[in-house]
């Protein structure tokens, strides 16, 4: 695989949210070289030792700040504070430090970074003697996880919105979940030993999921109709022997007639209000 493709996979996770604008590479190499070329004007190969191959050998141990980046605005510089939390493995260092430049320029993109500070560090290398391919600099960090964290990042990652959704409803075919579960697989880092476990849990979870979305379906569609036809049986009872229609003109006369329908001209009139209940009674026939 190409290096670009494995890198972006190990730092897209981390990334700030981009903006677009120019990206100035002379920052962004400062920020970088605060990381990676500790002490480089002594020691040509400190960016391969620091961020580029552990055949490189132990980078020269050294408090001072002695870099391309040295006597520049400290904004684009990652902080000794910082640094003391990098970590040792070259690899990871490049993603960390990455990471925080980029949160520094945001400006700046992940492409800025292999396209500018890759050939830095290949240049560095070569200074060591040492023929550092992209592949080799590429490798994800052996974060060492167990079975339970991967599956707990997987599954996070599989139910994101974008994705299969928590009720797995983007995600009924196959082809679908393969695609999500092999996106999420590759952003695992440290997780492939366990990767064909959790892909089978997980579509079980997603075959469960689907299954009981389709039967409650049908379980809503049953209740309607059941709610229909008690509706129909009371309408039609109503309408034994006119029920329906003398209940109406009942109510009528109690409460619209100002004599209670004592007259011929009233019950009439109740009668017209209440008409609608024999057309309606007729088409239910």
Partial sequence: MKYRLLFLSMVSLFAPTLVFGACSVANLTRCLDSVCAINIGANPAARCQYCGSESAGEPT???AMKSVSAGASTKYIIPDKEL????????ERYVWGTRLCLEKLPECTTDDVTDNY????EQSCKAAGISAEMSNLAKKVNTKKSENSC???ISVCIIDAKRC?????NCESDTDFDKYFSECSIAANGCDSFLAKIKTSLDSSR???VANAGKLLKN????????????LAAAQSACKNNQATTNCVETVC????????GNAYEKEAARALCKFYDTACERLK
């Fill in 61 to 63: 141990k050294s408090t």
């Fill in 84 to 91: 003391k939390k990098a970590p040792k493995d070259p690899g």
């Fill in 118 to 121: 890759d050939s830095l560090i």
């Fill in 151 to 153: 599956s707990e990042e």
């Fill in 165 to 169: 959704n928590a009720n797995y409803k």
């Fill in 207 to 209: 075959k469960t999921a």
């Fill in 220 to 231: 809503i569609i049953a209740a309607y109709k059941t709610a229909r036809e008690q509706k």
């Fill in 254 to 261: 109690k409460n619209n007639m100002r004599n209670k329908c």
